[in-house]
């Protein structure tokens, strides 16, 4: 047996119904705003605060006061990133063929197109390079003049990580036979004018 509903004209409610249908409206309404009301600030939290936003945008260097062999370091994205001037004998020992490394041409590294190197870089004189070692995250240390650190790459000084000895030349490419299975990230970056440039 079924049932069969009839649809009253609102001319036709009785007072009680149509007193039901108003407040039934009411509250659904009021329901409905509570909860945009109750939602809002939950959604607004999920947005990145001006801080998180900051950090997280590209990041301009003046190249301009760099000294010959001279390294800095800035942030982007929370993470260390390494601006090294490097000189024309160093350039030179980066582009020798190298058994000694891991991954001499780059091709299981993370790096921006054009910096699939011998130097991992969009200009030779210049390494920017994320410092943090692959292995376990530790901060790589500079070594200049330390022809003994990276001897089987004849090649002046490099990055030793403390934390468990991993070795990278100073194109930031890991030496075989150490933790870190690849090597240092490049950022994505660019040159905006002849002695600047953008890094993110």
């Given at each position: 047996?079924?049932?069969?509903?009839?649809?009253?004209?609102?001319?036709?409610?009785?007072?009680d119904?149509?007193?039901?249908?108003?407040?039934?409206?009411?509250?659904?309404?009021?329901?409905?705003?509570?909860?945009?009301?109750?939602?809002?600030?939950?959604?607004?939290?999920?947005?990145?605060?001006?801080?998180?936003?900051?950090?997280?945008?590209?990041?301009?260097?003046?190249?301009?006061?760099?000294?010959?062999?001279?390294?800095?370091?800035?942030?982007?994205?929370?993470?260390?990133?390494?601006i090294?001037?490097?000189?024309?004998?160093?350039?030179a020992?980066?582009?020798?063929?190298?058994?000694?490394?891991?991954?001499?041409?780059s091709?299981?590294?993370?790096?921006?197109?054009?910096?699939?190197?011998?130097t991992?870089?969009?200009?030779?004189?210049?390494?920017?390079?994320?410092?943090?070692?692959?292995h376990?995250?530790?901060?790589?240390?500079?070594?200049?003049?330390?022809?003994?650190?990276?001897?089987?790459?004849?090649?002046?000084?490099?990055?030793?990580?403390p934390?468990?000895?991993?070795?990278?030349?100073?194109?930031?490419?890991?030496?075989?036979?150490?933790?870190?299975?690849?090597?240092l990230?490049?950022?994505?970056?660019?040159?905006?004018?002849?002695?600047?440039?953008?890094?993110?």
């Open positions: 047996m079924s049932r069969s509903v009839t649809w009253l004209r609102p001319a036709e409610l009785s007072p119904e149509h007193r039901r249908r108003l407040l039934l409206a009411t509250t659904t309404g009021l329901g409905v705003a509570g909860l945009a009301a109750t939602a809002y600030p939950f959604l607004d939290s999920m947005e990145p605060s001006a801080r998180a936003l900051a950090e997280g945008g590209p990041v301009s260097v003046d190249l301009s006061t760099f000294a010959e062999g001279e390294m800095r370091t800035v942030a982007w994205r929370s993470k260390p990133v390494w090294l001037r490097r000189s024309p004998a160093v350039i020992a980066l582009q020798q063929p190298n058994s000694a490394l891991l991954d001499p041409l091709r299981h590294s993370v790096q921006p197109p054009g910096c699939d190197n011998a991992r870089s969009l200009k030779p004189e210049w390494l920017v390079a994320v410092g943090i070692c692959t376990l995250g530790c901060i790589p240390l500079l070594h200049w003049h330390d022809a003994a650190l990276n001897a089987e790459l004849h090649a002046p000084g490099g990055y030793l990580c934390c468990h000895g991993s070795r990278f030349d100073l194109a930031a490419r890991v030496v075989k036979n150490v933790p870190a299975p690849t090597n990230e490049i950022p994505p970056y660019r040159f905006t004018g002849p002695a600047e440039i953008t890094i993110g």
